[in-house]
């Protein structure tokens, strides 16, 4: 998958204090998420309703973060 014109976007939620955040951009019918401080190493990319799902779920405070 070609994702050289994506455009990426800082994650709100990211947190800042240890140097990790998450990279998001929308690609249509999919989410493509990367660690910005290794952008080459790599992108998970899932179908946009199973990240709403995913981001619900976060929201409703379903996992221990």
Known sequence: MDLSQAEWFKATASASSNGGCVEVADLGDATALR???????????????????????????????
Do not use: E, K, N, Q
Request: aromatic share 10%; proline share 3%.
């Open 35 to 65: 660690d910005s401080t290794r952008p080459d190493a790599g992108v998970h990319v899932v179908d946009r309703a199973a990240f709403a799902a995913f981001l619900a779920d976060v929201r409703a405070g379903r996992y221990d973060l």
